[in-house]
């Protein structure tokens, strides 16, 4: 017979130690506080290096306040046909080859269609399990 694991000394979200080391005395709290003082000296030299043409100082400066810009794919509308998923299919993978449509965009809808394909077919496989079942009942 398994034993029981002896109860928790704490209650949940309530700290072990709770007289434990206080905010604002480790090492990055320390170096920090060491840097802080000559920050703005540090931001003036580094701006007027950037200014007089020092690259990598630029470079420094623009990657810690401006974002990075990320691609984006822009909707494309596509008319699909009003057939089966695999004429729907031959359509988005046409769109793609005219380049009317992104490969990108082009494989999620392709990957779209196989998910609304085993949707479908899950569906289609419900009802003939009932017909099949109220059929048999019926016998």
């Given at each position: 017979m398994p034993r029981k694991p002896p109860p928790p000394r704490w209650k949940p979200g309530e700290s072990g130690n709770p007289k434990g080391r206080p905010p604002?005395?480790?090492a990055h709290a320390k170096l920090r506080a060491a840097i802080a003082e000559h920050l703005p000296d540090i931001?003036?030299?580094l701006v007027a290096q950037a200014k007089s043409g020092d690259a990598q100082a630029a470079r420094l400066l623009i990657e810690r306040v401006l974002p990075p810009v990320?691609?984006?794919e822009l909707p494309a509308p596509v008319k699909l046909p009003e057939g089966t998923l695999a004429e729907q299919g031959r359509a988005v993978v046409m769109a793609a080859g005219t380049g009317?449509?992104?490969p990108g965009q082009?494989?999620?809808l392709l990957t779209g269609l196989g998910a609304l394909a085993?949707?479908?077919e899950a569906d289609e496989l419900a009802a003939r399990v009932a017909a099949l079942e109220e059929r048999h009942a019926k016998s």
């Open positions: 604002g005395v480790g931001l003036n030299k990320k691609a984006v009317a449509l992104a082009a494989a999620q085993r949707l479908v």
